[in-house]
């Protein structure tokens, strides 16, 4: 495969290794935000809807002041988030650069995207289905985890697949900063040194890695739960 | 046995001077075993009225009782336990698609003390009830409206409760499917001495199953008592128009209203309501004064109710001949009916 390659990517075939490592840095750090995001974006998701104005445990100030903190970090772009939190990624991760310094931007930066993944996929489950779980004489957190968070799958799994697909960009972006990954290597050979098939394939590959996700999102949401 | 009392639920919009008064002083008793009708046309506060007695919306003011508890009293914990023995089934059954019928009916016994097999024979138990023992593994988006209030109903005796609250139940139903879903709380009012507090807009349903009927309208019940002393008499001007609704009766006075001529109708008829119950043979008295009064009586209407197992009659007949005579005849004809009315006099 290698020797029919060469011809039409010979720059590619040629940093190889450099692809390969770009490449598991990608998934790396992709699949560590998305674990990390996860978590706390379902936690933050799920507080916002239950705290909502009529929610099970209504509470107005909580619900104001994480929907104000979700906003604001969803307006910063990534580029600059990166270089707000220099000094925090160094605190929390003990380096800023490479594949580890990315990890915590790109968490930072998900962590409110995902939340409203959550919030809008849990808004869509049934108040009616709600009411009769509380009329059932379900608590709040039975609530939660027998209703919301079951009721709500499939939508989570739509947001989750939306978010893991922002991620891959992200973490490109991330490149930019010495974040390593594919990002990284498109921008050194592809890019900086004119190397316009390194460019083509890192897309191509991308474009796979994008589809994949997506397709198992879609087959995950649509099953029955 | 269920006591609200001087239940108000009152709705701040926010602005100003602008809360909703949903519910007004409403005191109501609903005995144990009772098919209780609460009747009102949409925003009538029917709606928030059945929500007080689980407590999904609590009372502003006033108390809820049930079985001598005090639920407006009890701890969130405490009410929770209390709210497992009312069991509620609502217009849009709020069935979990993510789960299949059995698990839908099993979801009310999670966390309780039972092994996996008692659960599964009481959800079996309650499939049987309602008729649905083959659909265990189907889910709600697979079922019929019908079959999802089925479910929903067997969900809802899943803890044995005393009472079921049904808010709107059969109002998206078709009226085959309704009348099978009565059929089947009336069974279960029977079987399990279930207490049934009915929501509707239908009085339809009311007269199918109910033994009391509230009326309602801008929050306040405006008239209340046995089914068949409401529809046999009844007091306001908003109840009459329910009843009217299942009677026909409306059609016919607007026929009279608007166009008498295509009735046949001469100067000087006079067309009278008669109402009867079952123990008066309405034929017999038409003909005897009649014959008596030499007045002709036609009967231009003419419809029977089976009201708790009583039939009640209501007719439209038209007074023809003399005055005097027909004075006479009326006044005799007073004496045989429950109810007699003069619509007009053409």
């Not at chain 1, 310094?101 to 808004?123: D, E, K, M, N, Y």
């Not at chain 2, 006591?3 to 005191?27: I, M, N, P, Y």
């Amino acid at each position: 495969m290698f020797e029919m390659l060469k011809p039409i990517a010979p720059n590619f075939v040629k940093t190889y290794p450099e692809f390969v490592k770009a490449f598991f840095d990608t998934l790396e750090m992709v699949g560590t935000a998305a674990a990390v995001s996860a978590l706390f974006g379902i936690f933050f998701g799920v507080v916002l809807v239950v705290t909502a104005p009529g929610g099970i445990m209504e509470n107005k100030w909580i619900n104001a002041i994480l929907d104000k903190v979700i906003n604001v970090f969803r307006a910063i772009p990534f580029v600059i988030l990166i270089a707000l939190l220099l000094p925090l990624t160094r605190m929390v991760m003990g380096t800023a650069i490479g594949t580890k310094g990315a990890i915590f931007p790109l968490v930072v930066a998900t962590v409110p995207f995902f939340s409203r993944q959550i919030h809008s996929a849990l808004c869509e489950v049934d108040k009616g289905v709600i009411e009769a779980a509380q009329a059932m004489g379900s608590s709040p957190w039975e609530i939660v985890f027998r209703v919301y968070l079951r009721e709500g799958l499939g939508g989570m799994i739509r947001g989750a697949t939306i978010t893991v697909v922002n991620l891959i960009t992200l973490s490109a972006m991330a490149g930019c900063v010495g974040g390593g990954g594919l990002g990284d290597y498109a921008i050194r050979y592809g890019f900086q040194r004119k190397m316009t098939d390194v460019t083509i394939v890192t897309c191509i590959v991308l474009l796979i890695l994008v589809t994949i996700i997506q397709s198992l999102g879609n087959v995950l949401s649509t099953k029955k739960h | 046995m269920i006591e609200l009392r001087q239940v108000c639920k009152t709705f701040e919009t926010g602005a100003k001077d602008k809360s909703v008064h949903a519910v007004r002083d409403v005191s109501l008793t609903i005995a144990d075993g009772e098919i209780f009708g609460i009747i009102g046309f949409s925003g009538a506060g029917k709606s928030t009225l059945v929500r007080c007695i689980n407590l999904l919306e609590r009372p502003t003011s006033g108390s809820v009782n049930i079985d001598g508890q005090d639920l407006t009293k009890l701890s969130e914990k405490e009410l929770r336990a209390a709210r497992k023995k009312i069991g509620m089934i609502f217009q849009h059954f709020n069935l979990m698609n993510s789960r299949t019928v059995f698990e839908n009916v099993a979801y009310p016994l999670l966390g309780a003390k039972m092994t996996r097999e008692e659960k599964r024979s009481k959800v079996m138990e309650l499939l049987e009830i309602v008729g649905l023992s083959d659909k265990e593994k189907a889910y709600p988006s697979q079922l019929s409206g019908g079959q999802k209030q089925r479910v929903a109903i067997a969900r809802a005796l899943a803890n044995d409760p005393k009472v079921l609250l049904c808010d709107e139940a059969t109002s998206a139903l078709d009226p085959q499917t309704t009348e099978d879903i009565l059929k089947l709380l009336r069974e279960l009012n029977a079987k399990l001495g279930l207490t049934i507090v009915l929501i509707t807009h239908e009085m339809a349903v009311v007269k199918q199953v109910c033994t009391r009927v509230a009326v309602m309208e801008n929050g306040y019940v405006v008239e209340e008592g046995s089914i068949y002393d409401v529809f046999s008499d009844p007091k306001q001007p908003i109840t009459r128009r329910f009843i009217r609704t299942t009677t026909h009766i409306q059609g016919m006075e607007d026929m009279l209203a608007n166009d008498p001529k295509a009735l046949g109708l001469l100067p000087g008829d006079v067309v009278v309501r008669y109402d009867c119950s079952g123990d008066k043979t309405s034929q017999a008295s038409v003909s005897r004064i009649s014959r008596e009064y030499g007045v002709d009586i036609s009967i231009i209407f003419g419809n029977v109710e089976m009201l708790l197992g009583t039939p009640f009659g209501t007719m439209i007949v038209v007074f023809r001949g003399k005055d005097g005579p027909v004075k006479e005849a009326l006044a005799a004809f007073e004496k045989t009916a429950s109810r007699v009315e003069v619509i007009c006099r053409v």
